[in-house]
């Protein structure tokens, strides 16, 4: 079957460093996505991981180990406007060369000051 | 102007009323999505299509149906509205490559 899990609370200290799980299991796994959203809003793209390693964008690092079924979501200099929801998902290859975005329940981080 | 637009943004409505939630691209996107969002649940796919002529069904696509009138426009209809789908619906948009998916702003419905 298909499966992804995160932690769905998470409390860190502005200026700190928060690492944020993902676990998953899928049948033709193409790619995993970690996505920003704020309360009431649209998720926001942060990062892309196909092969396995280490991705690096400004604050915001994202690991990949398809071995393991696993990323996490690395934020640094943690910042008050960083309080959001993180959303892990994997693309699926599935029938026909299509893809499929399969999303976790997401991550509710707050940042306190 | 805003890439991905979601008309209504909030609706409420009563049991059994056939709504129509609308989204339209200026991304020049191929592949359009409709998802609903509910809390703790996380983002499931209702329908999504990856040309006017392709349309699939997701994991929950009961009690909805799609239209994709064109490469930019892509409707999600409840033919007769129940309270369970109350929720958050999202429509988004990806390109030929697959890659990441780009949100519209959310349509919030009620169904009373």
């Known amino acids: 079957g298909q499966n992804i899990d995160q932690p769905t609370e998470m409390t860190a200290t502005e200026g700190a460093i928060v690492q944020i799980n993902c676990t998953y299991q899928?049948?033709?796994?193409?790619?995993l996505f970690w996505y920003q959203q704020h309360a009431g809003e649209a998720p926001t793209f942060l990062s892309y991981?196909?092969?396995?390693g280490l991705e690096e964008k400004g604050r915001f690092s994202s690991f990949l180990s398809r071995s393991k079924g696993y990323s996490y979501l690395l934020l640094k200099e943690l910042q008050m406007k960083d309080s959001a929801s993180y959303l892990c998902a994997v693309r699926d290859r599935g029938v026909k060369r299509t893809y499929k975005y399969i999303f976790g329940t997401g991550t509710r981080l707050k940042v306190l000051a | 102007d805003a890439d991905v637009t979601q008309t209504p943004r909030n609706r409420i409505t009563k049991t059994g009323k056939r709504i129509m939630l609308e989204c339209s691209q200026t991304?020049?996107?191929?592949?359009m999505y409709w998802y609903r969002q509910d809390p703790g649940l996380g983002l499931r796919l209702i329908y999504y299509?990856?040309?006017?002529?392709?349309?699939n069904k997701g994991e929950i696509s009961d009690g909805y149906s799609v239209s994709r009138q064109a490469q930019a426009k892509f409707s999600l209809s409840l033919e007769s509205a129940i309270p369970n789908q109350t929720a958050l619906y999202f429509c988004?948009?990806?390109?030929?490559?697959?890659?990441?998916?780009?949100f519209g702003p959310g349509t919030r419905l009620t169904v009373l």
């Open positions: 899928t049948s033709g796994f193409n790619g």
């Open positions: 299509s990856f040309d006017v002529k392709d349309i």
């Open positions: 991304k020049g996107h191929d592949r």
């Open positions: 991981n196909v092969l396995d």
């Open positions: 988004a948009t990806s390109d030929l490559s697959g890659s990441y998916q780009f």
